[in-house]
């Protein structure tokens, strides 16, 4: 399999995970998550859940779409993959 890893036995450090930067990109703009709220019409527990990258198993991709049309931004930059150390 040239290049192709199975991961049914590797643990999370051995793939790596997926970063969520809506913090990042909020402070940036000096945007809050109310704000964001309004803008998005998305409850701010799930806003903050985000924000706070806590709890995050799977990711909502109609709330990925509304935060990236209200900030104008891309996918990259609220999630980002990071391999393993």
């Given at each position: 399999m040239d290049g192709i890893r199975s991961i049914?036995?590797?643990?999370?450090?051995?793939y790596g995970s997926v970063r969520v930067k809506l913090a990042e990109?909020?402070?940036s703009r000096g945007i809050t998550r109310n704000r964001l709220r309004t803008l998005t019409g998305v409850k701010y527990e799930v806003i903050d859940r985000y924000y706070q990258a806590r709890q995050i198993e799977r990711v909502d991709l109609d709330f990925i779409a509304k935060?990236?049309?209200v900030?104008?931004?891309n996918i990259e930059d609220l999630l980002e993959y990071e391999s393993p150390t």
């Open positions: 049914v036995s590797y643990q999370t450090d051995e990109i909020l402070d935060v990236c049309y900030l104008n931004c």
